[in-house]
């Protein structure tokens, strides 16, 4: 099973309003990772825990604000969004030892009016 | 330069051609290769993997790379209308995070 699941499928959101994006896994990867992906473009690495810890942060601005409550969970907290910031936000994860291969979930489309 | 740079297409094939996807990359120290499959609004999906040079093979898909001319490559045999996707090759920086490709767009006429 390389299933990662991620909720919601969709989301649409005011400038103003908080809302949370969830991704699950239980292969039990001990690397998680938030991606950006715009239409027609490869997808673009936002962050990335490694046992729970935050190891990197590719100067995403701070209304995006990940969290990984434990190994089988990681958040994408969204607060005064812009409407560029609409997108699918995909999340993966990978086994430790191969962090190269890494597997996706379906991803949230994500429109900010 | 990208480090990784793949022509964005689109190729359209008619049902049950051999199709040929391709990308270059600039850093020798890639080890790692990957291909994913992309449909349209989901998640990229994981195809192949290939450590350094030589070829892999799965059912319809044969994954090559050259080391030598810095060339990677996806041959699907027997295209299906199924396979119209987004290809996007992959390797994978010092940092062991992917560097992706900008993404073929393929179209499998029936």
């Known amino acids: 099973d390389t299933e990662v699941t991620q909720t919601p499928k969709h989301l649409v959101m005011g400038m103003t309003n908080k809302k949370s994006l969830k991704c699950e896994q239980h292969?039990?990867?001990?690397?998680m990772y938030w991606y950006k992906q715009k239409a027609k473009k490869p997808p673009e690495l936002m962050f990335v825990?490694?046992?729970?810890?935050?190891?990197i942060n590719e100067s995403v601005p701070s209304r995006f604000s990940p969290e990984c409550p434990n190994s089988s969970l990681l958040n994408l907290h969204l607060h005064a969004l812009q409407p560029e910031d609409s997108a699918l936000y995909l999340c993966?994860?990978?086994?430790?030892?191969?962090?190269?291969?890494?597997?996706f979930g379906a991803g949230t489309r994500l429109s900010v009016l | 330069q990208k480090e990784v740079e793949q022509d964005p297409g689109p190729l359209s094939v008619p049902e049950g051609a051999i199709v040929s996807l391709n990308c270059t990359y600039s850093n020798s120290a890639f080890q790692y290769f990957m291909w994913y499959r992309q449909y349209s609004r989901k998640g990229p999906e994981l195809l192949m993997y290939t450590y350094s040079s030589g070829n892999k093979e799965d059912g319809r898909f044969t994954a090559q790379v050259d080391k030598s001319s810095k060339y990677i490559s996806l041959f699907i045999r027997d295209s299906q209308p199924s396979d119209s996707a987004t290809y996007l090759c992959?390797?994978?920086?010092?940092?062991?995070?992917?560097?992706f490709g900008g993404g073929t767009r393929l179209m499998v006429k029936p």
């Open positions: 825990y490694s046992y729970e810890k935050l190891s």
């Open positions: 292969m039990g990867h001990r690397a």
């Open positions: 993966a994860s990978s086994q430790e030892g191969s962090e190269n291969i890494q597997y």
């Open positions: 992959a390797s994978v920086n010092a940092g062991n995070m992917l560097t």
